[in-house]
Each structure stands twice: as structure tokens, then as C-alpha cells.
T-cell receptor, first 115, second 115 residues
Framework: QKEVEQDPGPLSVPEGAIVSLNCTYS??????FMWYRQYSRKGPELLMY????GNKEDGRFTAQVDKSSKYISLFIRDSQPSDSATYLC???????????????FGQGTILTVHP | GAGVSQSPSNKVTEKGKDVELRCDPI?????LYWYRQSLGQGLEFLIY????????KSGLPSDRFSAERTGGSVSTLTIQRTQQEDSAVYLC?????????????FGPGTRLLVL
């Protein structure tokens, strides 16, 4: 079993829809949770991160972590064609240790927002 | 300023040959990471360099893989006696290295195809 599981999709939605992207993880000691966006033939870029449980909002994006169920979500409101990309969830993977560099990623979900 | 750069962008090689992949991190970043992205597998951590400390090599899949970082800047990932299963996108990232959870800035990757 992978430490972080993510449905690869693909997911196709009409412009303006609310998108829900989800991941589950196995290690309850993980503390930091991140969402990266990757456009075709580009490197991933950090969208947002959260620490422990709770919600974090940034414009049209909301990240949510439920540590009790080991569930990570990213919501995109009023989705736009420019949001079409692969979305990767990640955790720090060090289970609260000192080596923060080692990220563990989900498989990524391919999202297409069509006009 | 300039982001993380990687070369070559694409590399096609024959099974059994050695390949070298290069990463130029963002100037001043002391932390450098290598990941591998295979189809449907998400990003897989390979190795992490932080300043002059011994690198974290825990993600290297076999002894055919090695990496070095000269002068605390440029890094080279070497794959010896390449196999077809080594075909993937190899991504490099860097971060300031000041401690704690940091944003990792990714390069565009090197697409390796082993025939």
C-alpha cells in the first residue's frame, strides 16, 4: 500500500463547476500536507499547504485536512479552463522528524475544465 | 530571477548505456532534491542534499543510481547500465535550506527514454 493514495482520474468538468480532489494517507504521524499543480511538460508548483487538521483558503482554492480519517481534499470553486492540469497531493513524509525535504506524493489527478 | 534549470530536456538512450542528468538550482538555495515521475506513479523521492551534510540517499532504487553535488550548487544524477524501467521524467527541485518546511521549486524535468 502506498503511503499516499490519490485517484488519478481523469476528471473532466465544465467551466464554473466546483471541483473536489482527494487523497488518503496511511501514516497518522504526517503533519504537513501540500497540494501541487503541474501543467503539461512543466515541473510541479506549490499551490498551498496546511499543517495538521483544518481548512485553508486562498482565492478560489480551499485545502482541507481531516487527520481523524487521514483524508486530504482540495476544492476549486468557479473552475476555469486555465485550471486544467495535474494536481498532486503530498505530505512531508518524515512523520514529524527533522528531515523536511523528503516529500511523499500521491499519483496525481488529471483535471480538465472545458469551456 | 532564474528558476531551476535541468538539462537535457529529453534523452533517448539504449539499454545498458550510462546517462547523466544535470540540475542547476536557484542561486542561493542550499537544499536540492531529485524525484522521479513515472506514468501513473506520481513523484518518487530519490535523493536530498542539504548544504555540506551527507545526502539522504534513501530513495535511490538501486546502486545503479548515484548523484553528486559539486560546490554546493549544480547536481548531477547518474544512472549506470540503464534499464527500460528507468524510463521516466526526472525532476529536480531546490529550496532555501533555512529550515522547517520549505517550498520546493521544481525544474521542468528531463524526460528519459531507454530503448
Amino acid at each position: 500500500q502506498k503511503e499516499v493514495e490519490q485517484d488519478p482520474g481523469p476528471l473532466s468538468v465544465p467551466e464554473g463547476a466546483i471541483v473536489s480532489l482527494n487523497c488518503t494517507y496511511s501514516n497518522s504521524a504526517f503533519q504537513y500536507f501540500m497540494w501541487y499543480r503541474q501543467y503539461s511538460r512543466k515541473g510541479p508548483e506549490l499551490l498551498m499547504y496546511t499543517y495538521s487538521s483544518g481548512n485553508k483558503e486562498d482565492g478560489r482554492f480551499t485545502a482541507q485536512v481531516d487527520k481523524s480519517s487521514k483524508y486530504i481534499s482540495l476544492f476549486i470553486r468557479d473552475s476555469q479552463p486555465s485550471d486544467s492540469a495535474t494536481y498532486l497531493c503530498a505530505t512531508d513524509g518524515n512523520a514529524g522528524g527533522t528531515s523536511y525535504g523528503k516529500l511523499t506524493f500521491g499519483q496525481g489527478t488529471i483535471l480538465t475544465v472545458h469551456p | 530571477g532564474a528558476g531551476v534549470s535541468q538539462s537535457p530536456s529529453n534523452k533517448v538512450t539504449e539499454k545498458g548505456k550510462d546517462v547523466e542528468l544535470r540540475c542547476d538550482p536557484i542561486s542561493g538555495h542550499t537544499a536540492l532534491y531529485w524525484y522521479r515521475q513515472s506514468l501513473g506513479q506520481g513523484l518518487e523521492f530519490l535523493i536530498y542534499f542539504q548544504g555540506n551534510s551527507a545526502p539522504d540517499k534513501s530513495g535511490l532504487p538501486s546502486d545503479r543510481f548515484s548523484a553528486e553535488r559539486t560546490g554546493g550548487s549544480v547536481s548531477t544524477l547518474t544512472i549506470q547500465r540503464t534499464q527500460q524501467e528507468d524510463s521516466a521524467v526526472y525532476l529536480c527541485a531546490s529550496s532555501p535550506g533555512t529550515g522547517g518546511l520549505e517550498t520546493q521549486y521544481f525544474g521542468p524535468g528531463t524526460r528519459l527514454l531507454v530503448l
